[in-house]
């Protein structure tokens, strides 16, 4: 059978998809209609140096592409993982005779974070004195990958993850650029866009696959969702342990713990372990959590974590993971408090301003005869051999006063330490009244 491509050359599919007017591309109306940033630029032909920033497979190298076409500029695209200084030195050469001819240059940079520090700041001057208009393009956070000074000369755009409809509007595409239907059911189709999970490139690449299959693949009708995934696979989760990526699903986690959404929270924890995150670094901000905004709400949750965490170490994943699934849920449901690390968190500060303050000299030990003489212990009251088990004393340095650290919430366990506190606070103003 012959094959889509016999005659187009063997071009690959997503080559022949390629947008070929502004117009064409899907799921960027926010920059590219007529009264959005990049749709201005192209109205008035004054372009600016800019960053895309974006997922994969969402359009950045066609739309830089076709912004150098519509306005007439020279188009240098490089890519940051194999280009080098000697390349850029070129390439800068080249832009300036270009200029001093009177035509300008973009200059699309792939994968700009991978240039370092120092290449980062080699753009600079090319940039300011208009040699080049830098298009640089990147799937991570420019606040973090990129210099501040060259933040500072270019425009940051944010290009977004493409939705189904924009996914609906590539495969019409697909369907009349081959001159025939996707051979695929509906529920099919539906899971190919899923497993597209927004990249356009990759959705263009399944449907070659789908287009090229020979008749005998075909011989009982359209592919259903089983047969389609013995043919094309689902694209890998976007996911970087070490960028942005990761902090934002983790991110997710704890602000769905914090709500009370078992649900959700589960959902961003199997995306993370989906995507191959260490579970024991799971199992650490979930131990974190416990006393951080569990607290002493419920002084079980930390038990449950260290519990958790042990049982993993033992049993490993797949076994495990249901240990983590259940800490999850417990945290998710449990009662919230903050009581506990806020009051770390103004003891600590206090401790850092009060310097070297000595404890009251009642509360000192007094191993000696010399500081028994100079008063270390004197006064010393033995709570427990007390009436009500409690002194009342004090135990701030004098020089500071009684200072209020924790605060419990009226939720949970903390229900019952918030009684206890107002009881302790009652007989100490009763003893110190007498």
């Not at 009370?260 to 924890?269: E, G, I, M, R, T």
């Not at 010393?380 to 500071?400: C, H, I, R, V, W």
């Amino acid at each position: 059978m012959p094959t889509l491509f016999d005659h187009q050359l063997k071009r690959p599919l997503a080559d022949l998809l390629r947008p070929q007017e502004i117009t064409d591309v899907v799921g960027q109306d926010h920059l590219l209609d007529a009264d959005a940033p990049l749709g201005r630029m192209l109205i008035t032909g004054n372009v600016s140096s800019f960053i895309l920033w974006g997922p994969p497979g969402c359009g950045k190298t066609t739309i830089a592409r076709l912004l150098a076409h519509h306005t007439d500029m020279h188009f240098e695209p490089i890519s940051a993982v194999f280009s080098g200084v000697a390349d850029l030195r070129r390439i800068f050469d080249e832009a300036r005779k270009r200029r001093d001819a009177g035509r300008a240059t973009i200059l699309f940079v792939d994968e700009i974070h991978r240039f370092n520090r120092s290449q980062q700041d080699g753009f600079l001057p090319y940039v300011e004195d208009g040699t080049v208009v830098l298009v640089g393009a990147t799937t991570e956070n420019p606040s973090f990958e990129l210099n501040a000074a060259l933040l500072s000369r270019c425009k940051v755009f944010v290009l977004k993850r493409l939705t189904e409809d924009a996914l609906d509007k590539i495969i019409a595409r697909a369907e009349k650029t081959v001159g025939r239907t996707l051979p695929v059911l509906p529920d099919a189709r539906e899971a190919l866009k899923s497993m597209a999970d927004g990249d356009g490139r990759y959705l263009s690449n399944m449907l070659e696959a789908l287009f090229d299959l020979p008749d005998r693949d075909l011989a009982e009708g359209p592919l259903d969702t089983q047969k389609l995934l013995t043919v094309v696979a689902r694209r890998p989760a976007v996911y970087d342990k070490d960028r942005e990526g990761h902090y934002n699903l983790i991110s997710a986690v704890h602000k769905s713990l914090r709500g009370s959404d078992p649900d959700a929270a589960l959902y961003w924890v199997a995306r993370m372990m989906a995507a191959g995150e260490d579970p024991k670094y799971i199992l650490r901000r979930l131990t974190r959590f416990a006393v951080e905004d569990v607290g002493l709400a419920d002084p079980n949750a930390l038990v449950q974590a260290v519990s958790a965490w042990d049982a993993y170490e033992r049993l490993g994943s797949p076994e495990g993971d249901l240990a983590i699934a259940q800490l999850t849920v417990f945290l998710a449901t449990a009662p919230k408090s903050i009581g506990v690390y806020r009051a770390w968190n103004n003891a600590l500060k206090t401790a850092k301003e009060t310097g070297s303050l000595m404890p009251p000299m009642n509360i000192l030990n007094a191993p000696t005869k010399l500081m028994k003489e100079l008063g270390y212990s004197e006064g010393y009251q033995y709570d427990p051999d007390t009436k009500d088990g409690f002194s009342g004393a004090n135990y701030f340095p004098p020089e500071m006063g009684r200072r209020t650290f924790y605060t419990p919430v009226e939720r949970g366990f903390e229900r019952e330490i918030l009684k206890r506190l107002a009881y302790w606070d009652k007989l100490r103003k009763e003893k110190n009244a007498c």
